[in-house]
Protein backbone atom coordinates (compact mmCIF):
# COMPACT_ATOMS: atom_id res chain seq x y z
CA UNK A 1 0.00 0.00 0.00
CA UNK A 2 1.35 3.41 -0.64
CA UNK A 3 1.84 6.01 1.95
CA UNK A 4 2.58 9.43 1.55
CA UNK A 5 4.91 11.36 3.60
CA UNK A 6 2.35 13.79 4.67
CA UNK A 7 0.32 11.02 6.20
CA UNK A 8 3.64 9.70 8.41
CA UNK A 9 4.28 13.60 9.67
CA UNK A 10 7.15 14.10 7.60
CA UNK A 11 7.59 17.20 5.52
CA UNK A 12 8.71 18.24 1.97
CA UNK A 13 12.18 20.61 1.81
CA UNK A 14 10.81 23.37 -0.26
CA UNK A 15 9.47 25.42 2.47
CA UNK A 16 12.98 24.71 4.46
CA UNK A 17 15.03 25.61 1.39
CA UNK A 18 13.66 28.96 1.36
CA UNK A 19 13.82 29.84 4.36
CA UNK A 20 17.76 28.36 4.36
CA UNK A 21 18.47 30.27 1.67
CA UNK A 22 16.96 33.58 2.61
CA UNK A 23 18.58 32.84 6.18
CA UNK A 24 21.96 31.96 5.13
CA UNK A 25 22.15 28.92 6.68
CA UNK A 26 22.02 24.92 5.39
CA UNK A 27 19.93 22.18 6.55
CA UNK A 28 21.78 19.47 7.69
CA UNK A 29 21.45 16.06 5.39
CA UNK A 30 22.94 13.26 7.45
CA UNK A 31 23.22 9.49 5.93
CA UNK A 32 21.42 6.83 8.40
CA UNK A 33 21.80 2.94 7.94
CA UNK A 34 20.75 1.90 11.32
CA UNK A 35 19.04 2.71 14.83
CA UNK A 36 22.34 4.51 16.51
CA UNK A 37 22.94 6.75 14.03
CA UNK A 38 19.32 7.87 13.61
CA UNK A 39 18.75 8.14 16.94
CA UNK A 40 22.38 10.30 17.43
CA UNK A 41 20.50 12.38 14.69
CA UNK A 42 16.96 13.01 16.22
CA UNK A 43 19.17 13.87 19.46
CA UNK A 44 21.39 16.08 17.99
CA UNK A 45 18.67 17.77 15.69
CA UNK A 46 16.48 18.20 18.84
CA UNK A 47 19.11 19.33 20.84
CA UNK A 48 20.23 21.73 18.99
CA UNK A 49 16.65 22.70 17.10
CA UNK A 50 17.76 22.45 14.23
CA UNK A 51 15.12 21.13 10.61
CA UNK A 52 16.69 17.72 8.89
CA UNK A 53 17.00 15.98 6.42
CA UNK A 54 17.09 11.75 6.90
CA UNK A 55 19.27 10.41 3.81
CA UNK A 56 18.76 7.06 2.40
CA UNK A 57 21.21 6.16 -0.07
CA UNK A 58 20.39 2.47 -2.53
CA UNK A 59 23.08 1.30 -0.71
CA UNK A 60 21.36 1.89 2.62
CA UNK A 61 17.93 0.38 1.74
CA UNK A 62 19.58 -2.86 0.37
CA UNK A 63 21.67 -3.30 4.25
CA UNK A 64 18.88 -1.80 6.32
CA UNK A 65 15.55 -3.08 4.18
CA UNK A 66 13.05 -0.10 2.20
CA UNK A 67 10.28 -1.17 4.43
CA UNK A 68 12.25 -0.68 7.95
CA UNK A 69 14.07 1.95 6.77
CA UNK A 70 10.59 3.87 6.26
CA UNK A 71 9.35 2.66 9.76
CA UNK A 72 12.47 3.74 10.82
CA UNK A 73 11.96 7.39 9.74
CA UNK A 74 7.96 7.37 11.18
CA UNK A 75 9.48 6.32 14.59
CA UNK A 76 12.37 8.91 14.45
CA UNK A 77 9.09 11.87 14.39
CA UNK A 78 7.47 10.56 17.27
CA UNK A 79 11.25 10.36 18.78
CA UNK A 80 11.81 13.83 18.47
CA UNK A 81 8.88 14.64 20.03
CA UNK A 82 9.05 12.16 22.77
CA UNK A 83 12.35 14.14 23.11
CA UNK A 84 10.42 17.06 23.31
CA UNK A 85 10.99 19.01 19.88
CA UNK A 86 8.79 19.34 17.13
CA UNK A 87 11.59 19.10 14.30
CA UNK A 88 10.57 19.36 10.84
CA UNK A 89 11.99 15.89 9.76
CA UNK A 90 12.48 15.04 5.91
CA UNK A 91 13.11 11.66 4.30
CA UNK A 92 15.32 11.89 0.97
CA UNK A 93 16.80 9.65 -1.35
CA UNK A 94 20.51 10.25 -1.88
CA UNK A 95 21.65 9.07 -4.94
CA UNK A 96 18.44 7.44 -7.15
CA UNK A 97 19.69 6.25 -10.06
CA UNK A 98 16.95 5.38 -11.59
CA UNK A 99 13.03 6.56 -12.17
CA UNK A 100 12.09 3.27 -10.75
CA UNK A 101 13.67 3.74 -7.69
CA UNK A 102 12.41 7.40 -7.52
CA UNK A 103 8.90 5.95 -7.77
CA UNK A 104 9.55 3.05 -4.92
CA UNK A 105 10.77 5.54 -2.68
CA UNK A 106 7.75 8.13 -3.10
CA UNK A 107 5.75 5.57 -2.77
CA UNK A 108 7.04 4.46 0.69
CA UNK A 109 6.90 7.79 1.94
CA UNK A 110 10.07 9.44 1.21
CA UNK A 111 9.87 13.07 0.77
CA UNK A 112 12.30 14.01 -1.38
CA UNK A 113 14.22 12.11 -4.04
CA UNK A 114 17.33 12.51 -5.53
CA UNK A 115 18.24 11.48 -9.13
CA UNK A 116 21.30 11.57 -9.80
CA UNK A 117 21.70 11.91 -13.85
CA UNK A 118 25.22 13.29 -13.89
CA UNK A 119 27.18 10.61 -15.35
CA UNK A 120 24.61 10.84 -18.01
CA UNK A 121 25.31 13.34 -21.00
CA UNK A 122 23.54 16.71 -20.34
CA UNK A 123 20.57 15.93 -22.87
CA UNK A 124 20.11 12.59 -21.09
CA UNK A 125 20.25 13.87 -17.56
CA UNK A 126 17.55 16.80 -18.22
CA UNK A 127 15.46 14.06 -20.03
CA UNK A 128 15.46 11.33 -16.68
CA UNK A 129 15.36 14.24 -14.46
CA UNK A 130 12.59 16.31 -15.58
CA UNK A 131 10.97 12.29 -16.02
CA UNK A 132 11.38 12.27 -11.97
CA UNK A 133 10.13 15.83 -11.34
CA UNK A 134 6.62 15.45 -13.52
CA UNK A 135 6.04 11.99 -10.99
CA UNK A 136 7.14 13.53 -8.05
CA UNK A 137 5.49 16.86 -7.95
CA UNK A 138 2.10 15.42 -8.30
CA UNK A 139 2.71 13.94 -4.73
CA UNK A 140 4.72 17.55 -3.42
CA UNK A 141 7.69 15.28 -3.42
CA UNK A 142 10.44 17.82 -3.92
CA UNK A 143 13.12 16.54 -6.27
CA UNK A 144 16.93 17.40 -6.49
CA UNK A 145 18.72 16.91 -9.24
CA UNK A 146 22.96 16.95 -10.28
CA UNK A 147 24.92 18.89 -12.86
CA UNK A 148 28.90 17.83 -13.01
CA UNK A 149 30.55 15.26 -11.46
CA UNK A 150 32.00 14.48 -8.05
CA UNK A 151 35.66 12.48 -7.94
CA UNK A 152 35.74 9.90 -5.79
CA UNK A 153 33.35 6.73 -4.84
CA UNK A 154 29.43 7.14 -5.24
CA UNK A 155 27.99 3.99 -4.42
CA UNK A 156 29.13 1.86 -7.36
CA UNK A 157 30.01 4.58 -9.80
CA UNK A 158 34.04 5.85 -9.09
CA UNK A 159 35.24 8.82 -11.22
CA UNK A 160 38.87 9.63 -10.85
CA UNK A 161 38.68 13.62 -11.72
CA UNK A 162 36.33 16.20 -10.86
CA UNK A 163 34.06 17.30 -13.60
CA UNK A 164 33.39 20.79 -12.21
CA UNK A 165 29.67 22.18 -12.53
CA UNK A 166 29.51 24.06 -15.52
CA UNK A 167 27.79 27.68 -14.70
CA UNK A 168 26.59 28.15 -18.14
CA UNK A 169 24.41 24.94 -18.14
CA UNK A 170 22.49 25.63 -14.86
CA UNK A 171 19.62 27.92 -15.96
CA UNK A 172 19.09 25.25 -18.97
CA UNK A 173 19.22 22.69 -16.66
CA UNK A 174 16.72 23.79 -14.06
CA UNK A 175 14.47 25.53 -16.17
CA UNK A 176 14.40 22.71 -18.45
CA UNK A 177 13.63 19.58 -15.76
CA UNK A 178 11.71 22.01 -13.16
CA UNK A 179 13.97 20.83 -10.04
CA UNK A 180 13.42 21.69 -6.72
CA UNK A 181 17.32 22.07 -6.09
CA UNK A 182 20.36 21.42 -7.68
CA UNK A 183 23.72 19.77 -6.48
CA UNK A 184 27.21 21.17 -8.01
CA UNK A 185 30.44 19.70 -8.39
CA UNK A 186 32.73 22.82 -7.14
CA UNK A 187 36.01 19.86 -5.58
CA UNK A 188 34.01 18.45 -3.01
CA UNK A 189 34.43 14.60 -3.43
CA UNK A 190 33.11 11.56 -1.62
CA UNK A 191 35.09 9.49 0.60
CA UNK A 192 37.92 10.17 3.02
CA UNK A 193 40.52 11.00 0.89
CA UNK A 194 39.13 14.03 -0.73
CA UNK A 195 42.69 15.64 -1.31
CA UNK A 196 45.81 14.66 -1.79
CA UNK A 197 48.59 15.02 0.66
CA UNK A 198 50.71 18.27 0.30
CA UNK A 199 47.93 20.02 -2.26
CA UNK A 200 45.53 22.56 -1.02
CA UNK A 201 42.29 21.57 -0.03
CA UNK A 202 40.12 24.33 -1.36
CA UNK A 203 36.95 24.09 -2.46
CA UNK A 204 36.23 26.73 -6.03
CA UNK A 205 33.76 28.94 -4.07
CA UNK A 206 34.47 31.28 -7.21
CA UNK A 207 32.21 28.42 -9.31
CA UNK A 208 29.80 28.15 -6.69
CA UNK A 209 29.52 32.41 -6.98
CA UNK A 210 29.20 32.24 -10.69
CA UNK A 211 26.39 29.84 -10.41
CA UNK A 212 24.53 31.62 -8.02
CA UNK A 213 24.44 35.10 -9.97
CA UNK A 214 22.92 32.35 -12.75
CA UNK A 215 20.28 31.21 -11.05
CA UNK A 216 19.65 33.62 -7.80
CA UNK A 217 18.26 32.17 -4.77
CA UNK A 218 17.75 28.75 -6.05
CA UNK A 219 18.26 26.31 -3.45
CA UNK A 220 22.29 24.90 -4.51
CA UNK A 221 23.03 21.12 -2.60
CA UNK A 222 26.97 20.20 -1.69
CA UNK A 223 27.63 16.66 -1.71
CA UNK A 224 30.64 14.96 -0.36
CA UNK A 225 31.29 17.72 2.14
CA UNK A 226 33.09 15.60 5.64
CA UNK A 227 35.61 17.82 7.14
CA UNK A 228 37.62 13.92 7.88
CA UNK A 229 38.50 15.87 11.46
CA UNK A 230 42.38 14.66 12.33
CA UNK A 231 41.65 13.81 15.73
CA UNK A 232 38.68 10.80 14.64
CA UNK A 233 41.37 9.73 12.10
CA UNK A 234 44.35 9.48 14.73
CA UNK A 235 41.45 7.32 17.33
CA UNK A 236 41.27 5.03 14.53
CA UNK A 237 45.01 4.10 13.46
CA UNK A 238 45.99 4.64 17.43
CA UNK A 239 43.44 1.87 18.21
CA UNK A 240 44.53 -0.85 15.17
CA UNK A 241 43.37 1.21 12.08
CA UNK A 242 45.21 2.36 8.87
CA UNK A 243 43.75 5.01 7.24
CA UNK A 244 46.52 7.27 5.59
CA UNK A 245 46.66 10.45 4.21
CA UNK A 246 42.80 10.85 4.80
CA UNK A 247 41.63 14.42 4.25
CA UNK A 248 38.58 16.53 4.09
CA UNK A 249 36.87 19.93 3.60
CA UNK A 250 37.78 22.61 5.79
CA UNK A 251 34.61 23.60 7.89
CA UNK A 252 35.71 26.89 7.41
CA UNK A 253 34.74 26.79 3.70
CA UNK A 254 31.74 25.00 4.06
CA UNK A 255 30.45 27.62 6.77
CA UNK A 256 31.44 29.94 3.85
CA UNK A 257 29.64 27.80 1.59
CA UNK A 258 26.38 27.92 3.73
CA UNK A 259 26.03 31.56 4.18
CA UNK A 260 25.04 31.33 0.63
CA UNK A 261 22.36 29.77 -1.72
CA UNK A 262 23.96 26.52 -0.34
CA UNK A 263 20.55 25.03 1.69
CA UNK A 264 22.14 21.70 2.23
CA UNK A 265 25.03 20.37 3.12
CA UNK A 266 25.77 16.26 2.61
CA UNK A 267 27.47 14.22 5.41
CA UNK A 268 27.98 10.64 5.72
CA UNK A 269 31.59 10.04 5.74
CA UNK A 270 32.20 11.97 9.08
CA UNK A 271 29.69 9.82 10.63
CA UNK A 272 31.29 6.90 9.68
CA UNK A 273 34.49 7.81 11.27
CA UNK A 274 33.19 8.88 14.57
CA UNK A 275 31.53 6.04 15.08
CA UNK A 276 34.17 3.76 14.02
CA UNK A 277 36.59 5.37 15.98
CA UNK A 278 34.46 4.71 19.16
CA UNK A 279 34.11 1.32 18.71
CA UNK A 280 37.53 0.73 17.92
CA UNK A 281 38.74 2.41 21.35
CA UNK A 282 36.36 0.43 23.39
CA UNK A 283 37.20 -2.74 21.73
CA UNK A 284 40.69 -2.02 21.88
CA UNK A 285 40.44 -1.17 25.36
CA UNK A 286 38.09 -3.77 26.69
CA UNK A 287 39.39 -6.60 24.57
CA UNK A 288 36.82 -8.83 26.94
CA UNK A 289 33.80 -6.56 25.91
CA UNK A 290 31.15 -8.14 24.14
CA UNK A 291 28.16 -6.53 24.33
CA UNK A 292 27.54 -4.73 21.36
CA UNK A 293 25.43 -1.96 23.49
CA UNK A 294 29.14 -1.13 25.36
CA UNK A 295 30.30 -0.53 22.34
CA UNK A 296 27.38 1.20 19.73
CA UNK A 297 26.40 3.30 22.97
CA UNK A 298 29.92 5.44 22.55
CA UNK A 299 29.62 5.04 19.03
CA UNK A 300 25.88 6.71 19.27
CA UNK A 301 27.05 9.63 21.85
CA UNK A 302 30.15 10.47 19.25
CA UNK A 303 27.73 10.77 16.79
CA UNK A 304 25.34 12.65 18.71
CA UNK A 305 28.23 15.31 19.23
CA UNK A 306 29.63 15.25 15.77
CA UNK A 307 26.36 16.33 14.77
CA UNK A 308 25.51 18.58 17.06
CA UNK A 309 29.24 20.39 16.14
CA UNK A 310 28.13 20.60 12.67
CA UNK A 311 25.19 22.40 13.60
CA UNK A 312 26.28 24.66 15.31
CA UNK A 313 29.31 25.39 14.00
CA UNK A 314 29.37 24.40 10.28
CA UNK A 315 25.71 24.72 9.10
CA UNK A 316 24.19 27.58 11.13
CA UNK A 317 20.74 25.80 11.52
CA UNK A 318 20.58 25.83 15.22
CA UNK A 319 17.50 27.12 16.88
CA UNK A 320 15.62 27.54 12.52
CA UNK A 321 13.52 24.70 13.63
O1 LIG B 1 27.20 9.58 -1.32
C1 LIG B 1 27.17 8.50 -0.77
C2 LIG B 1 26.75 8.37 0.65
O2 LIG B 1 27.83 8.57 1.52
C3 LIG B 1 26.06 7.08 0.85
O3 LIG B 1 26.98 6.05 0.82
O4 LIG B 1 26.06 4.53 -0.92
O5 LIG B 1 27.76 3.74 0.76
O6 LIG B 1 25.41 4.22 1.47
P1 LIG B 1 26.52 4.52 0.50
P1 LIG C 1 30.83 12.51 2.47
O1 LIG C 1 31.40 11.22 1.97
O2 LIG C 1 31.81 13.63 2.31
O3 LIG C 1 30.32 12.44 3.86
O4 LIG C 1 29.58 12.88 1.53
C1 LIG C 1 28.32 12.30 1.75
C2 LIG C 1 27.37 12.55 0.63
O5 LIG C 1 27.57 13.36 -0.25
C3 LIG C 1 26.14 11.77 0.62
O6 LIG C 1 25.38 11.99 -0.52
ZN1 LIG D 1 26.57 12.41 -2.27
Known amino acids: MPVSYKDIGLVSSKELFAKAVKGGYAIP ?20 SSPVILQ ?3 GARKYANATLLRYMAEGAVEYAKELGGSIPIVLHLDHGDTYELCVSCIESGFASVMIDG ?48 KPEEVEDFVTKTGVDSLAIAIGTSHGAYKFKPGTNPEIRL ?17 HGSSSVPPELVKIINDNGGKLEDAIGIPEEQLREAAKSA ?4 NI ?14 VLNEKPAEFDPRKYLGPAREALREL ?6 NVLGSNGKA
Open 29 to 48: AYNFNNMEQLQAIIMACVET
Open 56 to 58: VSS
Open 118 to 165: SHHSFEENVALTKKVVEYAHKYDVTVEGELGILAGIEDEVKAKEHVYT
Open 206 to 222: DILHEIEKRIPGFPIVL
Open 262 to 265: VCKI
Open 268 to 281: DSDGRLAMTAAIRK
Open 307 to 312: YKHKII
